[in-house]
């Protein structure tokens, strides 16, 4: 079973520094993993996903993530936050259906973490 | 190319009544997802539809329903209102692989 831990229900940076959102799964067969971002009264955007090709993938707004198997981490990065970045950020993963083919599945999410930037 | 949408945006009820939440999908994509968002429990897997049957569900009581119609669109269908039953419904669709595309979502109170 698929599982998905985020450390940090919230965080809170300056300006101009560096983003850094925790992310760890948990999973039986090899993951795909994603992203989301969720403003106020929104819906969930898609940041970025891995999906077994490149281990660093870059995504919207100059997000970035690093797919790291010896330590089942798949952490999130900015290099410099920007006010328009406060949001809560979601990690998922991909729930494999055996009974299905185990090529489709909902996803499992983790808890999110807010993300505060201060001026 | 247009996104997921869904509607109503905004759902009041009251306890015992039934809701009904509508989701179309983006043009092309056969799969469709309902999750709840509630607070403090956070996004949790409510239903998945693909070519027009339920292929999976979570662990939500049988008067969570719904269906998929010829055109992909779904319909979220929820019975005996509680008063927890109030959250944020969101649909996303997918196109066969398993990137999910979310809409905006329903929010459903419950009074």
């Known amino acids: 079973a698929q599982s998905v831990t985020q450390l940090g229900s919230h965080v809170s940076v300056s300006e101009g520094a560096l983003v850094l959102l925790r992310c760890n799964y948990s999973?039986?067969?090899?993951?795909?993993l994603f992203w989301y971002v969720q403003y106020p009264n929104q819906g969930l955007q898609l940041l970025l996903k891995?999906?077994?090709?490149?281990?660093l993938v870059k995504g919207i707004n100059g997000f970035e993530a690093e797919f790291k198997k010896s330590e089942t981490s798949f952490h999130l990065t900015k290099p410099s936050a920007h006010m328009s970045d406060a949001a809560e950020y979601f990690c998922?993963?991909?729930?494999?259906?055996?009974?299905?083919?185990?090529?489709?599945?909902?996803?499992?999410f983790g808890k999110g973490t807010k993300l505060s930037v201060k001026p | 190319e247009a996104g997921v949408t869904q509607s109503p945006t905004h759902l009041i009820k009251t306890r015992g009544q039934q809701a009904t939440l509508r989701c179309s999908p983006i043009?092309?994509?056969?799969?469709v997802y309902w999750y709840q968002q509630a607070l403090g429990l956070g996004l949790q897997f409510l239903l998945w539809?693909?070519?027009?049957?339920?292929?999976n569900r979570g662990n939500f009581p049988p008067r969570f329903s719904g269906r998929q119609f010829p055109n992909y669109s779904s319909e979220l269908n929820v019975n005996a209102l509680e008063l927890e039953d109030s959250a944020l419904y969101l649909c996303?669709?997918?196109?066969?692989?398993?990137?999910?595309?979310f809409g905006p979502g329903t929010r459903l109170l419950v009074l």
């Open positions: 891995y999906t077994s090709a490149a281990t």
């Open positions: 043009s092309g994509h056969t799969s």
């Open positions: 998922a993963v991909s729930a494999e259906q055996m009974n299905y083919g185990g090529s489709q599945g909902n996803l499992i």
């Open positions: 539809y693909d070519e027009g049957e339920e292929r």
């Open positions: 999973s039986s067969v090899p993951p795909y």
């Open positions: 996303a669709s997918s196109p066969g692989r398993k990137t999910q595309y």
